[in-house]
Nanobody, 120 residues
Framework: QVHLAESGGGLVQPGESLRLSCTAS????????MGWYRQAPGNERELVAT???????TYADSVKGRFTISRDDDKNTVFLQMDNLAPDDTAVYVC??????????????WGLGTQVTVSS
């Protein structure tokens, strides 16, 4: 079992920045992918960015050039640096960890989410 704890959300004005953190605890295997998803009211959950244990990254087109994902494996933590935030970025941001477990196959774990609100 893996537990994910997010932090760093808040209320900011357009053009400002926020940095989200997500720390994983529990049975974590070395080969995994961590990422951020977001869900705005009335919308489906969408991928924001992911990073593998080999540091390969993917980004949604809407955040490319503005958001940067990184990880610190010593602390089992993934970060999402969000710059030049816009009102359309308002959502609950949820952390995800996916890994292959020897007896359970591919497993995905989710955090509870942190609210990001961008408003003037």
């Amino acid at each position: 079992q893996v537990h994910l704890a997010e932090s760093g959300g808040g209320l900011v004005q357009p053009g400002e920045s926020l940095r989200l953190s997500c720390t994983a605890s529990g049975r974590i295997f070395g080969w995994n992918t961590m990422g951020w998803y977001r869900q705005a009211p009335g919308n489906e959950r969408e991928l924001v960015a992911t990073i593998t244990s080999q540091l390969a990254t993917t980004y949604a087109d809407s955040v490319k050039g503005r958001f940067t994902i990184s990880r610190d494996d010593d602390k089992n933590t993934v970060f999402l640096q969000m710059d030049n935030l816009a009102p359309d970025d308002t959502a609950v941001y949820v952390c995800n960890l996916g890994q292959v477990e020897p007896q359970n196959g591919v497993q995905h774990y989710w955090g509870l989410g942190t609210q990001v609100t961008v408003s003037s």
